[in-house]
């Protein structure tokens, strides 16, 4: 990489404040499943008007990273107006929405007829529709004044994961996605760090301690059943920025990769997949998101890829297990349907593993939902 080029992590010391929700939920990046939608007709449909129960949306603030990175002109970036071209120093946190009301927070299809025309946008860098500004981003210094925005972020909402073990299973094709948008009561959206835009620009912020604000629906356009728990503060301190680039080595492979990286090989801009999984010790175990391949195993949309790691935490490439992108090449069924992913591997001597996914260019946009046999 050249030095131009080169990244920067630095490890943030982080205080929760006690008016901010602190929970440790892993989660999966911010689209977990197909576009093509198993339903049109909602579980619960909410939002309601009629006094029945709705939704209720809560933000939490995870896994801050400061990162330095110069940004071309011609990137997603720059022209959909989150940062300009040049070196920049960001501060990204992935964001985690759950729906923890009584009933689901049902939205369909973003192109269904009578929407308001400017309900949705397409994202045309990330090639899928998403809710309009839907997340606002903000950095106050511990007097209150605001010294950063973030681009205000239009967000796809969809079913992650299960949060903090309510709510039930549900098979993948069940799930909420990009073509069917919603969030299952006791389920919850996760958009990761290492997403395009996922950040707010610090380039000009002095070093010391700031209060970082997430604020979710704040136009009320979705319909909860209450509203003054949908912003989130987290106390962060600023580091001075370094004198120069440490190479860029990294030791954990779901920071936020320094640019348009591509392919398996990139030990970046990768998302844990829950909580670490247990198996039979030499046993064979498949995972897959490539519904539409022959044998279908879960739903993809977009281009990911899969990890396998051995043991409780993410790994860099040389230790993984398994991993795959492209399943099922050629015309193996509808549109796209080759770009989904699926491994099989044998079950390490610990009978434990981690699931790692990720888009085949970094910071992009996809859907895995996986299954495992």
């Given amino acids: 990489m050249p030095a131009s080029d080169a990244t920067v992590f630095v490890d943030v010391p982080v205080v929760v404040d006690l008016d901010a929700l602190a929970v440790d939920v892993p989660g999966s990046i911010d689209a977990p499943a197909s576009d093509a939608p198993a339903s049109d007709a909602p579980a619960s449909d909410a939002p309601a008007s009629d006094g029945g129960p709705l939704p209720n949306l809560t933000p939490v603030i995870q896994n801050t ?24 120093r960001l501060l990204r946190f992935d964001l985690l929405t759950p729906n923890i009301g009584e009933v689901d927070l049902y939205l369909g299809a973003p192109t269904r007829a009578g929407r308001p025309p400017d309900m949705f946008e397409f994202g045309t860098c990330h090639n899928h529709w998403h809710l309009r500004g839907y997340a606002d ?34 098979p993948a094709a069940s799930r909420y996605n990009c073509g069917n948008q919603g969030i299952h009561a006791g389920w919850y959206d996760l958009y990761g760090r290492s997403l395009d835009c996922q950040y707010v620009d610090i380039t000009d912020v002095a070093p010391g301690t700031y209060r970082l604000r997430a604020q979710v629906n704040a136009e009320r356009v979705v319909a909860e059943s209450r509203y003054d728990d949908n912003e989130v503060f987290m106390t962060v301190v600023i580091p001075p920025r370094p004198l120069g680039p440490d190479g860029g080595l990294l030791s954990d492979p779901t920071l936020a990769c320094g640019g348009a990286d591509e392919g398996l090989d990139r030990d970046c801009g990768w998302t844990t997949e829950g909580t670490p999984r247990s198996c ?15 044998p279908a195993i879960g739903v993809c949309a977009g281009d990911p890829m899969l990890r396998i790691c051995p ?29 989904c992913s699926n491994v099989t591997f044998t079950c390490p001597a610990s009978g434990r593993y981690t699931i790692l996914s990720g888009a085949f260019r970094a910071g992009g946009a996809y859907e895995c939902h996986f299954d495992i046999r």
Avoid: W
């Fill in 65 to 88: 990273q400061i990162q330095e990175r110069t940004f071309g002109a011609s990137s997603c970036e720059v022209m959909e107006g989150c940062t300009v071209a040049g070196s920049r």
């Fill in 137 to 170: 981003y903000r950095l106050f210094d511990m007097a209150g004044a605001e010294v950063g925005r973030g681009h205000k972020q239009s967000f796809c909402l969809l079913d992650t994961a299960r949060y903090m073990g309510m709510s039930t299973d549900l």
């Fill in 280 to 294: 039979t010790p030499g046993a064979r175990v498949q995972v897959g998101c490539n519904a539409g391949c022959s």
């Fill in 311 to 339: 043991g409780d935490r993410p790994c860099m490439r040389e230790a993984q297990l398994a991993a795959n992108d492209d399943s099922c090449p050629g015309g193996d069924g509808g549109p796209d349907t080759h770009l």
